[in-house]
């Protein structure tokens, strides 16, 4: 399974040279955020017309998923199918 081999397999500086860097993964899961936590202060809003809780939902939308994004890029990097 794709997951065993990545979850076994090491890589190297040179292996990770070749691949998408730490700070490009960062930079795309921030800028998808901020698109998607808009998208989620909107539904929010409309859902449920407080300004206040959709702003604390969006809030705590964007850190959880900017950080399941990134872990998420991080092990898609390592896979080498499709590459």
Not at 22 to 29: G, L, N, Q
Not at 41 to 47: A, T
Not at 73 to 80: D, T, V, Y
Request: overall charge positive.
């Amino acid at each position: 399974m794709i997951l065993d081999k990545v979850a076994t397999e090491k890589t190297t500086y040179q292996d990770d040279k070749t691949s998408e860097k730490p700070v490009r993964s960062i930079v795309k899961a921030v800028s998808w955020r901020v698109i998607g936590t808009l998208d989620t202060l909107i539904v929010s809003y409309i859902l449920t017309s407080e300004i206040v809780l959709a702003t604390s939902i969006a809030s705590v939308d964007f850190v959880t998923k900017m950080i399941l994004y990134f872990f998420h890029e991080r092990i898609w990097n390592r896979i080498k199918w499709g590459k």
